[in-house]
Structures are given as structure tokens and as C-alpha cells.
């Protein structure tokens, strides 16, 4: 089974800390993705990764860092934590090809609250 | 950027019933996913489906590519099948997600 683990499932920071998120997969997949979820919002892509050393922009960037120095993590960097990133972060991973290959599979998120 | 709305946002089922939920998309896609998101926030893909039907025990599903649209049916409801479901779809190589419909299943 497709394993991802995501470092914390509750977090508590001060606004203006710096903020690590990390996400780990262990089934060699080439993508990562990480998402924000809000109520009435549903997921909103943060940033994505199709390989090592590599990201890309999602919809909502602003105010977030990437970083995927190895196949198997991605990390989620909150540079200077303000309260509108209070939300629910999941990170995604997922193989590249076709036939159902491209299906994502997603950590338990991490809920943040910035105070 | 693509548009996805589903419908409806809420849905409260008698254990047994029957439900369909509606998901349209405003543009064309490489492909369509539905995923339940549990009471505790994990996300379980039930269908990869860009076209036609498939079925997984008392959940079926069918897109419609050509008229943007795919349902999720979920026949005798249990309260395990309560949570959120998600559609998203694959647009540019990104998946974009609908708001959701909120399911509760009341025993």
C-alpha cells in the first residue's frame, strides 16, 4: 500500500515564525503535491514537485516555500507565518503515466493554527 | 482557470438509502478523480474515471466528458459513508478540487 506520512497532525505557531512542513512517500513516485484545504473551499494547490530539485507554482504560492531535496520528500516552508495560513495542509504523491497511474494519494494533513 | 462545482453541498441520508451526487467542470480534462474524505481528515480515492462507469462495491461512478459532468452514486448507505467527497479534476496536469458535498448517514 502507498504509505504517506506527514510530520505533524496538530501544530501551534506564533505569527511571523518560520514554519517546516514535511511530507514523506514510499513508493518512489516522481510527482508530490501540497494542498491547503479550507471550509467551502475545498483543496487549493500550494505547489508541486515531478522531481527532485524541481517545483512549480500552484494556484495560491504567495506567502509558501518548497523544497525537495530527495525523491521521497517535499517539504512545505512558511517563511513568516501570518493567521490567514491557519488551515489544513495535505500533501499528495503520485506516479506519472497513464491508465490510473496519475491517481493521488494523500497523507493525513497537518492542522495549522497560527496565532 | 477551470471551474468545479458539485452539487449538493449537503446531504443528510437515512442508513439504506440511495444518493447521487453531481459534479460538472467547465472545461475539457485528462481526467476526473473522486475521492471520501473521512470524519478525520484522510483522503481515500474511491474512482479514477475520465470516462464511462465503474463500479466499486456500493459506489459506482460515470463521467461524461463530452458534456462535463460525472456523478457518484452510493447505494444503501452506511454511516461509514459519511464525510466529504471531493471531486477533482485534471486540468493542465493539476488537479483542481470542487467544494465538496458533506455526506451524514444517520443509523
Known amino acids: 500500500d502507498v504509505k504517506v506520512t506527514q510530520s505533524s497532525r496538530y501544530l501551534v505557531k506564533r505569527t511571523g515564525e518560520k514554519v517546516f512542513l514535511e511530507c514523506v512517500q514510499d513508493?518512489?513516485?516522481?510527482?508530490m503535491f501540497w494542498y491547503r484545504q479550507d471550509p467551502g473551499l475545498g483543496l487549493r494547490l500550494i505547489y508541486f514537485?515531478?522531481?527532485?530539485?524541481?517545483?512549480e507554482k500552484g494556484d495560491i504560492p504567495e506567502g509558501y516555500s518548497v523544497s525537495r531535496e530527495k525523491k521521497e520528500r517535499f517539504s512545505l516552508i512558511l517563511e513568516s507565518a501570518s493567521t490567514n495560513q491557519t488551515s489544513m495542509y495535505l500533501c499528495?504523491?503520485?506516479?506519472?503515466?497513464?491508465?490510473?497511474?496519475?491517481?493521488?494519494?494523500f497523507g493525513p494533513g497537518t492542522r495549522l493554527l497560527v496565532l | 482557470g477551470i471551474q468545479v462545482e458539485q452539487s449538493p453541498p449537503d446531504l443528510i441520508l437515512q442508513e439504506g438509502a440511495n444518493s447521487t451526487l453531481r459534479c460538472n467542470f467547465s472545461d475539457s480534462v485528462n481526467n476526473l478523480q473522486w475521492f471520501h474524505q473521512n470524519p478525520w481528515g484522510q483522503l481515500i480515492n474511491l474512482f479514477y474515471i475520465p470516462s464511462g462507469t465503474k463500479q466499486n462495491g456500493r459506489l459506482s461512478a460515470t463521467t461524461v466528458a463530452t458534456e462535463r459532468y460525472s456523478l457518484l452514486y452510493i447505494s444503501s448507505s452506511q454511516t461509514t459513508d459519511s464525510g466529504v467527497y471531493f471531486c477533482a479534476v485534471d486540468h493542465d496536469y493539476k488537479l483542481s478540487f470542487g467544494a465538496g458535498t458533506t455526506v451524514t448517514v444517520r443509523a
Open positions: 514537485s515531478y522531481d527532485v530539485k524541481m517545483k
Open positions: 499528495a504523491s503520485s506516479s506519472t503515466g497513464g491508465g490510473g497511474q496519475e491517481t493521488q494519494y
Open positions: 513508493m518512489d513516485h516522481e510527482n
